[in-house]
């Protein structure tokens, strides 16, 4: 199945009780029983739900997988992962990562006895230097946030395989229907789905997409015990936001690359950073592992300064000075004092998010619009 029927219909049937096309949003806390243990497959809406199982089932679907596993955000996803590990366990993780996900990993998890480190991976092999016996889990953006780095997936699981740790990858900026994570040797999908998955700016959800029966078993005991699961109204704006992510996310790509080839061309902007350059240092890893290169494209001013940053952030019309990214509308945002405000300044400057750098989630708006606002705005 093509990827644009598969986005339409994966996980959703016709409601067996209306012929409702679209899942209903089971509203409900609870389920009555005939009996002790004697009902129909659901007890406690904590524990499942029709509309999260619908969601959960089409998650598998889209990401060529055979579980999927919601919570009540990305960080709630990537929580529940970090307590698969025991004390004494080991991650390595890529050095350029969202901001949450090093906040979660150094202030809350490290406290706790396992060991954190963190690696440039734009060259997949120096990772093995990393690698010890007590190596539990290989975590990895690709496309990273905010400085766009490929990670070539083949080579980092093979890595993983050859120690038994498993490779974990954020898939969230590229989402299904660029990148399948799974089919590169992945053992572990997350996803902040309040971005492009769910793509309406509306929802806060995260996921874990696995293909190891053992590995969701344990994911669904600690959605169960931790109880971090998101809500079926939730749940069924993103159903609704999955049927459109092909067309979205081919918009989003058609208009970044319009957007970062007319930056490029500006007398005022130094640096931009996109994949599809064919100067990125990874660009052929990413045309072999992705159908496109994504929506995303951050860039600083050759006067280089924080204030030159904030004086255009300032002046967009169209572009929204907001956090997060994936949604229908253009976002523009200052990563250093906002998505990655909890990375300390000197870690930040190592891997080029510097005080100058502006990150830009390009919308599907028309793409004369956006760039019009962002001439205006280096104007």
């Known amino acids: 199945m093509k990827s644009g029927t598969k986005m339409v219909h994966a996980g959703v049937e016709p409601d067996p009780t209306s012929g409702a096309i679209m899942t209903p949003i089971y509203q409900t806390s609870t389920y009555v029983q005939?009996?002790?243990?004697?009902?129909?497959?659901?007890?406690?809406?904590?524990?499942?739900?029709?509309?999260?199982?619908?969601?959960?089932?089409?998650?598998?679907?889209?990401?060529?997988?055979?579980?999927?596993?919601?919570?009540a955000s990305g960080m709630a996803a990537t929580d529940t992962l970090m307590k698969?590990?025991?004390p004494g366990d080991e991650v390595i993780s890529i050095n350029d990562?969202?901001?949450?996900?090093?906040?979660?990993?150094?202030?809350?998890?490290?406290?706790?006895?396992?060991?954190f480190t963190f690696v440039a991976m734009h060259e997949a092999e120096q990772i093995r230097q990393y690698v010890t016996?007590?190596?539990?889990?290989?975590?990895i953006e690709t496309p990273t946030n905010p400085m766009l780095n490929v990670v070539d997936i083949r080579v980092v699981s093979k890595i993983a395989k050859e120690h038994k740790a498993l490779l974990v990858v954020d898939n969230t900026f590229s989402s299904p229907h660029?990148?399948?994570?799974?089919?590169?040797?992945?053992?572990?999908?997350?996803?902040?789905?309040?971005?492009?998955?769910?793509?309406?700016?509306?929802?806060i959800m995260g996921a874990l997409v696995c293909n190891d029966n053992a590995i969701a078993e344990e994911l669904l005991f600690l959605q169960n015990s931790a109880g971090a699961v998101p809500g079926?109204?939730?749940?069924?704006?993103?159903?609704?936001?999955?049927?459109?992510?092909?067309?979205?996310?081919?918009?989003?790509?058609?208009n970044a690359e319009t957007v970062a080839r007319f930056l490029r061309n500006h007398?005022?902007?130094?640096?931009?950073?996109?994949?599809?350059?064919?100067?990125?240092?990874?660009?052929?890893?990413?045309?072999?592992?992705?159908?496109?290169?994504?929506?995303?494209?951050?860039?600083s001013l050759k006067d280089d300064t924080f204030e030159g940053a904030v004086k255009v952030m300032k002046k967009t019309k169209i572009f929204?000075?907001?956090?997060?990214?994936?949604?229908?509308?253009?976002?523009?945002?200052h990563p250093a004092s906002m998505t990655h405000a909890s990375i300390p300044k000197e870690e930040r400057e190592k891997t080029g998010v510097v005080d100058s750098l502006i990150r830009l989630s390009v919308g599907i708006e028309d793409p004369e619009d956006l760039i019009n606002d962002l001439e205006q705005a280096l104007g």
Not at 133 to 139: G, S, Y
Not at 320 to 327: D, F, R, T
Request: charged share 20%.
């Open 133 to 139: 016996d007590k190596t539990k889990l290989i975590w």
């Open 267 to 299: 007398p005022k902007v130094g640096k931009v950073v996109w994949p599809g350059f064919e100067d990125h240092p990874n660009h052929e890893i990413a045309k072999s592992q992705m159908k496109g290169f994504g929506g995303m494209v951050s860039f």
């Open 84 to 86: 698969t590990l025991n």
């Open 320 to 333: 929204s000075l907001a956090e997060s990214l994936g949604g229908v509308e253009s976002l523009i945002g």
């Open 232 to 254: 079926p109204q939730d749940c069924f704006l993103v159903l609704r936001g999955i049927k459109t992510l092909h067309l979205r996310m081919e918009a989003h790509c058609r």
């Open 34 to 71: 005939t009996g002790p243990g004697d009902h129909k497959g659901y007890e406690y809406a904590r524990t499942q739900n029709p509309t999260r199982d619908a969601l959960q089932k089409s998650l598998a679907i889209i990401e060529n997988a055979k579980h999927a596993v919601c919570f």
């Open 178 to 203: 660029l990148q399948t994570p799974m089919d590169l040797g992945a053992d572990i999908v997350m996803h902040s789905i309040t971005k492009y998955i769910s793509g309406h700016s509306d929802v």
């Open 97 to 115: 990562l969202y901001g949450g996900s090093y906040r979660l990993m150094t202030k809350v998890y490290a406290k706790y006895g396992i060991k």
